[in-house]
């Protein structure tokens, strides 16, 4: 079994602040980026805290449904990712890790957890009272798993289909107040490394939230040049937006004749690579060019320079998800769509408007 002693040890801090932060210490001072890294390192390691143990142990809570019946409530977190996948993306992680703990607050058994290495099959997923579905699905996925369970609320992606629960942030609103901060910097050739959407497994060049409103904002102005746009594409969505797509499209854009003189990437792990690519170019952050992403992840406070990213907020993003989901259960017979606002955390890589 995993010990304190060895989350300490990697995250580095000592074994009493992992004990307290693990058993939801309230009155513990610490930053919320070293209580995420430990909640996350602990995870990785497949640590159980004997709260998280005996809480494994209660009975189901007794929902009452909109027929007023009472029902354990068991239910499915799909996932998008495989598990090697969510492991080098600490956002998902933390989005997943809300989602469980949420559901042991309400003692709501978590009945499977798919990722896309196993098929989701409908039929399993018969008899259980919903399913959250975390991240990007195709559309034809989720019709047929409507068809078998009650209840689908979607978290952190909105699948355009106004039936279904979702709660989400905004990033294309998150990439114009980006791009507004940068231009009132004096930043003037924006580049962006991000990945394409895909659709029911089509690729849509420029559908993906952070790319369309990148195009719109410089189109708006006239200064749109589709050489600083840098996509990668992969057969699923949560492989476009690794570190090493970043590492690879940023060379592409430092290639240019002319580069650019601001990089914004799609999520930190690609603000990583574009470190990187940075760096073998012989180039400083951010004297030469800087840097920009999204999502926040413990990691980006401990870059050389610290990473200026939008923070996205996972944690409220899964607790809400099971917030919606208890709703339902709970007889709400319409649909909500939530958005959770982000917040802009300026640091070294980049000039502060």
Sequence with gaps: MVTIKEIAKAVGVSSGTVSRVLNYDQTLSISEPKRQAII???????????????????????????????VSARIAVIHFLAPN??????????????IEA????????????????????????????????????????????ARTCPHLIMADYNPRMPQFDCVRADLGEATVNILDSLDRAGYGRIGFVGGYELMDNDA????????????????ARGRYKPQLLALGQSERFGQNLRLETGYQQARTLLALPERPDAIVAANDNMAIGTYRAIQEAGLKIPEDIAVIAFNDIPVAQFLVPPLSTMRIPGELIGETAVDLMVERLNGRDYSKHVTIP????WRGSARKP
């Design 102 to 145: 949420r559901c042991r607050e309400y003692k709501i058994e978590i009945a499977r957890v798919f990722n896309p290495d196993v098929p989701v099959d409908p039929s399993l997923l018969a008899g259980l009272s919903a399913a959250i579905i975390v991240g990007h699905h195709p559309r034809a996925e989720i019709e047929s798993l």
């Design 342 to 345: 982000t917040q802009m955390v």
């Design 40 to 70: 996350e390192t602990a995870e990785a390691l497949n640590y159980a805290t004997p709260r998280a143990r005996r809480s494994a142990q209660v009975q189901p809570l007794q929902i009452a449904m909109a027929s007023h019946a009472d």
């Design 204 to 219: 849509l060049m420029h559908g993906e939230q952070r790319c369309k409103a990148f195009i719109e904002w410089h189109e």
């Design 85 to 98: 996948e969510e492991l080098v993306d600490p956002y998902y992680v933390g989005v997943r890790l809300a």
